[in-house]
T-cell receptor, first 110, second 114 residues
């Protein structure tokens, strides 16, 4: 059974702190995507990771992919309130079928 | 740039009623998808299409039908709505590319079945 698991599901962190969101998946894939969703809004693409060892950075967010461990991480550096949102990872197993994690709801507290 | 457009944005149905959700994309993408999003469950794939005239089942297809008569449009139908189909529905599209299948999402349709 194909599974994509994220943890934590909920994350409350203070501004200025660092934290990592984890995305584990059950079946080999070398294509993983991170999305952001604001309340009541659609999903916005953040990162596209297409090979083992891929690392992408945008502002205070950095994503990495370890296909051997079937693990991706989304690292948040010096969090700010604007990063409050729900973050999803999605794995493409078969070529254009995306399986999503349950999401991590992030709240950054002043 | 319109991207992926869903119609309608909100809808309330009575149990047993039928409706069709429309998704249109202007990016000439081959692949299109319908997902539903429920609290605590992430997004689950209902049906998808790899090209005009083709459709396939996803994780949770029961109670839904789809059609892709034109490349740019993907329709999701509920023949007899049930309260369990109360959800937020997202359409997405992606191009065929061996190396990058990034999906682009519509703004969502919030459906309530009473």
């Amino acid at each position: 059974e194909l599974k994509v698991e994220q943890n934590p599901l909920f994350l409350s962190m203070q501004e200025g702190k660092n934290y990592t969101i984890y995305c584990n998946y059950s079946t080999t894939s070398d294509r993983l995507y991170w999305y952001r969703q604001d309340p009541g809004k659609s999903l916005e693409s953040l990162f596209v990771l297409l090979s083992n060892g891929a690392v992408k950075q945008e502002g205070r967010l950095m994503a990495s992919l370890d296909t051997k461990a079937r693990l991706s991480t989304l690292h948040i550096t010096a969090a700010v309130h604007d990063l409050s949102a729900t973050y999803f990872c999605a794995v493409d197993y078969t070529g254009n079928q995306f399986y999503f994690g349950t999401g991590t709801s992030l709240t950054v507290i002043p | 740039n319109a991207g992926v457009t869903q119609t309608p944005k909100f809808r309330v149905l009575k149990t047993g009623q039928s409706m069709t959700l429309l998704c249109a994309q202007d990016m000439n993408h081959e692949y299109m998808y319908w997902y539903r999003q429920d609290p605590g469950m992430g997004l689950r794939l209902i049906h998808y299409s790899v090209g005009e005239g083709t459709t396939a089942k996803g994780e949770v297809p029961d109670g839904y039908n789809v059609s892709r008569l034109k490349k740019q449009n993907f329709l999701l139908g509920l023949e007899s709505a049930a309260p369990s189909q109360t959800s937020v529905y997202f359409c997405a599209s992606s191009r065929w590319d061996r190396w990058n299948t990034e999906a682009f999402f519509g703004q969502g349709t919030r459906l309530t079945v009473v």
